[in-house]
């Protein structure tokens, strides 16, 4: 059987895409600071770099005639194409088919890997709202958490809807904190990462674990999901 080829640039500009495949019609990959919109053709037609809100480097899926975009797809059109995620994950495989054979372009964006970076942000699992119930945490628990008495937290149970999990999609937790003048003056003076930190932590600032808790409190999480993804890296 005769390898699927894959189009050079130049190739997979003529080849005929749809000038603005359907929203329905793309998949999405994040690192928790920027996303990327990949297309079921193979094209990333909508990228900022870095974060959310910074200018966008690919942006087709708003003007296919100088917006820009990246592609990798098959030569010419005799093809079809699928798009999934490998299970619990944001791993994103766009599958292609044709007569002379199946070719996969593996999307993710990886989340930084260094001490400043990993424990800056986290993911954990949504508990299931059709099935989550709820419990009542130790007194240890509840003082750990500062917990009040009128808050209310969770349990994964697990039903059809959640493919007997308990919980369904993830949400990130994120470290909040202003820059009061004691940081800005320690931002000036190229204070390391780990004395911002230590500084950020003694004005207030919001940690990993505090956003977690109050996440399970509203009822996106749940405690136990925080202290194994949080308190396992400590």
């Not at 200018?55 to 010419?76: E, N, Q, T």
């Not at 199946?102 to 800056?120: K, N």
């Not at 977690?212 to 999901?225: H, L, P």
Request: charged share 20%; hydrophobic share 40%.
């Amino acid at each position: 059987m005769r390898p699927m080829t894959l189009a050079e640039p130049a190739a997979a500009e003529t080849s005929g895409r749809s000038a603005y495949p359907p929203i329905a019609e793309h998949g999405i990959i994040g690192d928790l600071h920027s996303v990327a919109l990949v297309a079921t053709d193979g094209t990333i037609d909508w990228y900022c770099p870095q974060q959310f809100d910074a200018p966008s480097v690919f942006g087709a899926i708003l003007d296919k005639d100088k917006g820009g975009y990246y592609r990798i797809a098959p030569v010419g059109e005799d093809w079809t194409s699928t798009q999934f995620y490998f299970p619990d994950t944001n791993v994103l495989v766009t599958r292609f088919l044709s007569p002379s054979g199946v070719a996969e372009v593996i999307g993710f964006m990886p989340i930084g890997s260094t001490r400043a970076e990993q424990h800056r942000h986290r993911l954990v699992r949504r508990v299931c709202k059709a099935c989550r119930r709820v419990f009542q945490p130790s007194a240890e628990i509840q003082v750990e958490c500062n917990l009040l008495p009128h808050h209310q937290l969770y349990q994964a149970v697990g039903c059809a809807q959640c493919g007997k999990l308990g919980y369904r999609g993830r949400i990130g937790l994120q470290e909040v904190f202003a820059i009061t003048a004691p940081i800005r003056e320690a931002l000036q003076a190229g204070a390391s990462d780990d004395d911002l930190y230590t500084l950020a932590a003694h004005s207030g600032m919001i940690n990993l674990f505090t956003d977690g808790v109050a996440k399970c409190v509203a009822g996106y999480s749940t405690i136990e999901e925080v202290y194994k993804t949080i308190l396992a890296d400590s």
